[in-house]
Every structure is written in C-alpha cells, then in structure tokens.
C-alpha cells in the first residue's frame, strides 16, 4: 500500500510538472530589443523584465523539486533530484557531471545548472519550431522518471560491491 501511495504522489507530481511545462512552451520568435539582429533566449540574458514570466515551482517535497522559469522565446528548467542520503549525493553529483560534459547531444540540455538545482534543461522557440513540443515535455518527464530508477539501481550495485569486498575483507580473519 505504501509504494502505491508513493506511486500515486509521482504521478501527480509529474502531472503536474507536465501541465505546466506544456503551458509554459508557448515560445514565439523574438529578436533582442536591445542588439539589432541578434536572437538570445530572454530567460538567460534577463536584460528586459517585462519579457520573463513568474518563475513556477513544483515541489513533491523538500528535496524533489522542479523550477519553470518561462520568457517569450525560451523555457528554463531546473530539477532537484532526490537525495536520501550520501551515497546519493555522490551519484547524482557523478551522474550529472557526466550527462552534462555530453550536453552537445542533448540539444536542450544547459552545461550548468541553476543554484540549487542538480541539472537544467534550456528549450528556445528554435526547438520548438523543429521538435514537437508533446516531445520536448515527454522526454523531460521521462527523464524524471528515469533518472530516479538510474540513481536506485547504482546505489544497489554500489552496496553489493561493498558487501562483496567486505566479505572479501574479513574472510582473511
């Protein structure tokens, strides 16, 4: 009963973070106001207030938490994945070190992410105009849904290596 407890609460997190995604990747092309013919995402370079939108938090809990920051031609998302203890730490450190030194082949993936947040995801209206935008918003809950199943199986393999060498260890005793 508790896993479908828990079960129930990712759904209508991820529901959640999927709704206001989808509402959020209404982007249109817009050119700098302040640089004549240049095309920069407005959520990054900030330089007009009344072009970035109220930034949306989604929170399953303290430490699970999504950040949707929407401007006119550009979306930033921000994900705090769960952390229980310090083995996961380590891995969700490891693990998006990893992902993020391979952004190039993630076309919406940022090479930084936001203070606070473990990774970032940046879609500009050029996404938006040659992706699918149901896609853009499946492969981010996908990738929620998946990273936390990654994470879960490197734990588990890191404490069977450490019992194996343990036994090993003291079998010499």
């Given at each position: 009963?508790?896993?479908?407890?828990?079960?129930?609460?990712?759904?209508?997190?991820?529901?959640?973070?999927?709704?206001?995604?989808?509402?959020?990747?209404?982007?249109e092309?817009?050119?700098?106001?302040?640089?004549?013919?240049?095309?920069?995402?407005?959520?990054?370079?900030?330089?007009?207030?009344?072009?970035?939108l109220?930034?949306?938090?989604?929170?399953?809990?303290?430490?699970?938490?999504?950040?949707?920051?929407?401007?006119?031609?550009?979306?930033?998302?921000?994900?705090?994945?769960?952390?229980?203890?310090?083995?996961?730490?380590?891995?969700?450190?490891?693990?998006?070190r990893?992902?993020?030194?391979?952004?190039?082949?993630?076309?919406?993936?940022?090479?930084?992410?936001i203070?606070?947040?473990?990774?970032?995801?940046?879609?500009?209206?050029?996404?938006?105009?040659?992706?699918?935008?149901?896609?853009?918003v499946?492969?981010?809950?996908?990738?929620?849904?998946?990273?936390?199943?990654?994470?879960?199986?490197?734990?588990?393999?890191?404490?069977?290596?450490?019992?194996?060498?343990?036994q090993?260890?003291?079998?010499?005793?």
């Open positions: 009963e508790l896993d479908n407890k828990m079960a129930k609460t990712l759904a209508s997190y991820l529901g959640s973070v999927r709704s206001s995604l989808t509402a959020a990747l209404c982007l092309n817009f050119s700098s106001q302040l640089v004549e013919r240049h095309n920069k995402p407005e959520i990054e370079v900030g330089g007009c207030k009344e072009l970035v109220q930034p949306l938090m989604v929170c399953r809990n303290a430490n699970e938490r999504v950040l949707i920051e929407a401007s006119i031609n550009s979306v930033r998302v921000s994900i705090a994945i769960k952390q229980a203890d310090e083995i996961e730490k380590i891995l969700v450190k490891k693990f998006m990893f992902l993020m030194m391979r952004a190039e082949n993630f076309f919406v993936l940022r090479r930084k992410p203070a606070g947040y473990d990774i970032s995801f940046l879609i500009t209206n050029f996404h938006t105009e040659s992706m699918y935008k149901h896609k853009l499946d492969f981010v809950i996908q990738f929620m849904e998946d990273i936390d199943k990654e994470i879960s199986e490197m734990k588990l393999m890191v404490n069977a290596r450490a019992r194996i060498c343990a090993q260890f003291l079998a010499t005793f």
